[in-house]
């Protein structure tokens, strides 16, 4: 079955840039129809939708990070990424990747989560 | 961006009870609306998408309605699993947006 599952440090400083990866097994990215996707959750808080990729590397990004992240996809290491820059601590939070079926919004297989914490 | 808005915030129940949570778009979302149940610790499970179609495997218990901006999740008869965060979610545009969630406890 398709899995997920996210990979990064679990600790950033402030200024510095956050690095995840979300390693993809069960489906290829390269197939297609399928919408790559970052969401992130703060502490005790709700779910934010940070953006999406496509395996053409077609990004739509949330307005309100966008000017700070970008999303990648390596077809041939079947895994996708978001580096977010400038983390403060209002960047702290769990961090997941998602797959969006062709619809893209529709987010039916989730990764496990990974805990991100900014601070010095 | 489309706010998505649920009521209550948070419920208490009992096994055996019909709970229904409702979603309201500040704007119309036509039938994007996807629902989620997330447990402590745990990642989101995709509950039902396109308003009311069951994801595979999601109990028959489960039901969506609604259209345009006010939707509905229902519960006919609470189980224990079902003790849970649950949380509405438009795909009509992005950004993609969640409701703030409600807290079903017993």
């Known amino acids: 079955q398709v899995q997920l599952r996210e990979s990064g440090p679990g600790l950033v400083q402030p200024s510095q840039t956050l690095s995840l990866v979300c390693s993809v097994s069960?489906?290829?990215?390269?197939?297609?129809?399928?919408?790559w996707t970052w969401i992130r959750q703060h502490p005790a808080k709700g779910l934010e939708w940070i953006g999406n990729?496509?395996?053409?590397?077609?990004?739509f990004y949330n307005p309100s990070l966008e000017n700070r992240m970008t999303l990648s996809v390596d077809t041939s290491k079947n895994h996708f990424s978001l580096e977010l820059t400038s983390v403060t601590a209002a960047d702290t939070a769990t961090y997941y990747c998602?797959?969006?079926?062709?619809?893209?919004?529709?987010?039916?297989?989730w990764g496990q989560g990974t805990p991100v914490t900014v601070s010095s | 961006d489309i706010q998505m808005t649920q009521s209550p915030s948070s419920l208490s129940a009992s096994v055996g009870d019909r709970v229904t949570i409702t979603c309201r778009a500040s704007?119309?979302?036509?039938?994007?609306l996807n629902w989620y149940q997330q447990k402590p610790g745990k990642a989101p499970n995709f509950l039902i998408y396109?308003?009311?179609t069951l994801q595979n495997g999601v109990p028959s218990r489960f039901s969506g309605g609604g259209s345009g901006t006010d939707f509905t999740l229902t519960i006919s008869s609470l189980q224990p699993d079902d003790f849970a965060t649950y949380y509405c979610?438009?795909?009509?545009?992005?950004?993609?947006?969640f409701g703030q969630g409600t807290r079903l406890e017993i």
């Open positions: 998602a797959r969006g079926r062709a619809s893209a919004g529709e987010l039916d297989i």
């Open positions: 704007q119309s979302v036509k039938r994007h």
């Open positions: 069960g489906a290829s990215i390269a197939r297609g129809g399928d919408y």
């Open positions: 396109g308003v009311s």
């Open positions: 979610q438009q795909s009509y545009s992005t950004p993609y947006t």
């Open positions: 990729i496509y395996h053409t590397g077609t990004t």
